[in-house]
């Protein structure tokens, strides 16, 4: 198992951009494939980008299609962090992020990811 806590989020205006970051506390984090969710009020928590794990610097990144272009997802194993850069930002981004890890290459279901963070507040005005 591994703590993870993610920070960066906050309130901006619609067209800009926002850096999360979540830090990885404990062994192995650089052997876990690593992913962002969100989740909207009333909806249900939803992938948003992930990426698998690495031995070196080479590695997968894979996103769900509303965000591909705009949002890129990495990682830094020297400071077990990933990160999720999100550019071009529009009001229907405006949710709850969550980094979580998993032991499953290329998931995409929660259920798949077995430590979550606390979560960070992305808000988008229009």
């Known amino acids: 198992q591994v703590q993870l806590v993610e920070s960066g989020g906050g309130l901006v205006q619609a067209g800009g951009s926002l850096r999360l970051s979540c830090a990885a506390s404990?062994?192995?984090?650089?052997?876990?494939?690593m992913g962002w969710f969100r989740q909207a009020p009333g909806k249900e928590r939803e992938f948003v980008a992930g990426i698998t794990w690495s031995s070196g610097t080479t590695y997968y990144a894979y996103y769900t299609d509303s965000v591909k272009g705009r949002f890129t997802i990495s990682r830094d194993n020297a400071k077990n962090t990933v990160y999720l850069q999100m550019n071009s930002l529009k009001p229907e981004d405006t949710a709850i992020y969550y980094c979580?890890?998993?032991?499953?290459?290329?998931?995409?279901?929660?259920?798949?990811?077995?430590?979550w963070g606390q979560g960070t507040q992305v808000t988008v005005s229009s």
């Open positions: 404990g062994r192995g984090f650089s052997n876990y494939h």
């Open positions: 979580a890890a998993s032991n499953v290459y290329g998931s995409r279901s929660t259920g798949a990811f077995h430590s």
